[in-house]
Structure formats: structure tokens, C-alpha cells
């Protein structure tokens, strides 16, 4: 079995950066789309960034600009480097990974346990 194991989340105050990271807790064969998505309180979970094997990234608009996406993918890491953090970033940050296990395995998604990022004074 896969775990995603997500670090980095906090209080932060605005203005503040933090960076998120999500890694695979094994050796994984293949890695394909990679992202970040959060849900905050009485809100549905939203996309915030997507990054592909080769490295095609895609934002949420809110994000844009702030934010930025990548990938480690000899560590079978995606990392989140947040800026400009404003209080409407307060959610719980998820990582998300399309991968195979072995090369023989089915496509599957899996999904991080969640932290939790806070932007207040």
C-alpha cells in the first residue's frame, strides 16, 4: 500500500510563505499527474495546482502568481511554495498523485491526509 505524507502546513500570518510538501512513502514505478487541492470549512475541495510527469503546470486562478507547483520525481515528491498568502488560503491543503505501483499494477489515485494551513494575524 501507498501512503502520501504531506509536511509544512501552520499559522502563517498574511503576506507570510509557507511551502507544503507530499511524498510517496515507497518506492512507486510510475508518478503521473501530481497536485494540491484544499477544502475549507462549509466549502467544497478545489483544485489549487497540478503539475504533469513532464512538468506542465496548471493553477487555480486565485492562485496564480502566488503559488507555485513542482516535482522531485527521483524522491517521488510534489512540493507547494506558497507566497503572498492572504486568509482565504485558510483550508486544509490535500495532495493528490495518479501512479502505478509496480509496472504491472492498475492506475490508481491516491489521496494525502491533509494539513492544515492558517493565514491570520
Known amino acids: 500500500q501507498v501512503q502520501l505524507v504531506e509536511s509544512g502546513g501552520g499559522l502563517v500570518q498574511p503576506g507570510g510563505s509557507l511551502r507544503l510538501s507530499c511524498a510517496a512513502s515507497?518506492?512507486?514505478?510510475?508518478?503521473?499527474?501530481m497536485g494540491w487541492y484544499r477544502q475549507a470549512p462549509g466549502k467544497q475541495r478545489e483544485l489549487v495546482a497540478g503539475?504533469?510527469?513532464?512538468?506542465?503546470?496548471n493553477y487555480a486562478d486565485s492562485v496564480k502568481g502566488r503559488f507555485t507547483i513542482s516535482r522531485d520525481n527521483a524522491k517521488n515528491t510534489v512540493y507547494l511554495q506558497m507566497n503572498s498568502l492572504k486568509p482565504e488560503d485558510t483550508a486544509v491543503y490535500y495532495c493528490?498523485?495518479?501512479?502505478?505501483?509496480?509496472?504491472?499494477?492498475?492506475?490508481?489515485?491516491?489521496w494525502g491526509q491533509g494539513t492544515q494551513v492558517t493565514v491570520s494575524s
Open positions: 493528490n498523485a495518479d501512479l502505478r505501483v509496480y509496472g504491472y499494477s492498475p492506475r490508481e489515485n491516491y
Open positions: 503539475i504533469t510527469s513532464s512538468g506542465s503546470t
Open positions: 515507497r518506492s512507486i514505478f510510475s508518478i503521473y499527474t
